[in-house]
């Protein structure tokens, strides 16, 4: 797998002929919950959903100024995107997975590296949105899409 992200209007440095602009991605994490509760003979109860922050991890490319910048100044990037990939004999790389987040801060930031290494420096950061879209592409063994399988949320309003 091979992972890829893009801020919109950021350029990163990925090599993957299919995202070209786009940063490598190393890692991702993103969690949703929904408050429940109940107690011994009563009804269970349950309360809104919980979308957190989407927690990404990258090594550092041209686009890394602009998403520290990004919290400083308090900026919303009207689209986040990220894909996941997958490699097929005969399709070459495809994407299989797919987030867009729109209106979207990002909420946190640290960088870090060893002085003493050639490796370059990773950074992690979360990102907090308005909408999300999560696409799954199902792929035959010769990288051919077989369909989709989707579910979008919006935060504020509570449906999807």
């Given at each position: 797998m091979a992972a890829y992200i893009k801020f919109d209007g950021v350029d990163g440095e990925a090599q993957d002929k299919d995202h070209k602009a786009w940063s490598d991605l190393a890692s991702f994490s993103q969690g949703l919950h929904q408050p429940g509760g109940g107690a011994t003979g009563a009804a269970r109860r349950r309360g809104d959903v919980i979308l957190d922050d989407l927690t990404c991890a990258k090594g550092l490319d041209k686009a890394s100024p602009k998403i520290a910048e990004a919290i400083c100044?308090?900026?919303?990037?009207?689209?986040?995107?990220?894909?996941?990939?997958?490699?097929?004999?005969?399709?070459g790389r495809v994407t299989y997975y797919r987030y867009e987040l729109t209106n979207v801060a990002v909420t946190?930031?640290?960088?870090?590296?060893?002085?003493?290494?050639?490796?370059?420096?990773?950074?992690?950061?979360?990102?907090?949105?308005?909408?999300?879209?999560?696409?799954?592409?199902?792929?035959?063994?010769?990288?051919?899409?077989?369909?989709?399988?989707?579910?979008?949320w919006k935060v504020e309003e509570g449906e999807g």
């Amino acid at each position: 797998m091979a992972a890829y992200i893009k801020f919109d209007g950021v350029d990163g440095e990925a090599q993957d002929k299919d995202h070209k602009a786009w940063s490598d991605l190393a890692s991702f994490s993103q969690g949703l919950h929904q408050p429940g509760g109940g107690a011994t003979g009563a009804a269970r109860r349950r309360g809104d959903v919980i979308l957190d922050d989407l927690t990404c991890a990258k090594g550092l490319d041209k686009a890394s100024p602009k998403i520290a910048e990004a919290i400083c100044k308090g900026k919303v990037f009207p689209k986040v995107e990220i894909d996941l990939t997958a490699s097929f004999t005969d399709a070459g790389r495809v994407t299989y997975y797919r987030y867009e987040l729109t209106n979207v801060a990002v909420t946190s930031y640290n960088i870090g590296g060893s002085g003493q290494s050639e490796e370059v420096p990773m950074e992690d950061f979360s990102l907090n949105f308005e909408e999300i879209k999560v696409t799954y592409t199902e792929n035959d063994s010769k990288g051919k899409s077989k369909g989709n399988v989707e579910y979008s949320w919006k935060v504020e309003e509570g449906e999807g």
